[in-house]
């Protein structure tokens, strides 16, 4: 019998509580080492290229989509006066509002 044949038996021996515990302690061991994966990954240089393109990478977990990276898009710097002739402020801007009327008498 395998090691991995082992565990097996064991862990379909396992309280529900035990049971519990052991997924909650595999999800954290899974999602460090895939998180140790991807620091490895970006420190040796394999994910430079991914973002040579204008492309949007979807990141999976076996078959499952996990993380979506897309490039940063530069925002286009303001132009002062860029509106001018757009915008018109009526004479009566300041002038006070009908609705009103009871509350500034």
Do not use: C, N
Not at 36 to 58: M, P, S
Not at 61 to 68: C, E, F, L, N, S
């Amino acid at each position: 019998m395998s090691k991995v044949e082992k565990l097996e038996k064991q862990i379909e021996s396992l309280s529900p509580e035990d049971l519990s515990k052991l997924r909650a302690w595999f999800f954290e061991l899974d999602a460090r080492l895939w998180d140790q994966q991807i620091e490895a990954d970006a420190k040796a240089g394999k994910l430079d290229g991914l973002f040579a393109e204008d492309a949007e990478v979807i990141l999976t977990k076996g078959d499952r989509p996990v993380a979506r990276l897309v490039p940063i898009q530069d925002k286009p710097r303001r132009q002062f006066g860029s509106a001018k002739g757009l915008i018109t402020i009526a004479e009566d801007f300041d002038a006070p509002l009908e609705d009103f009327k009871e509350f500034t008498s």
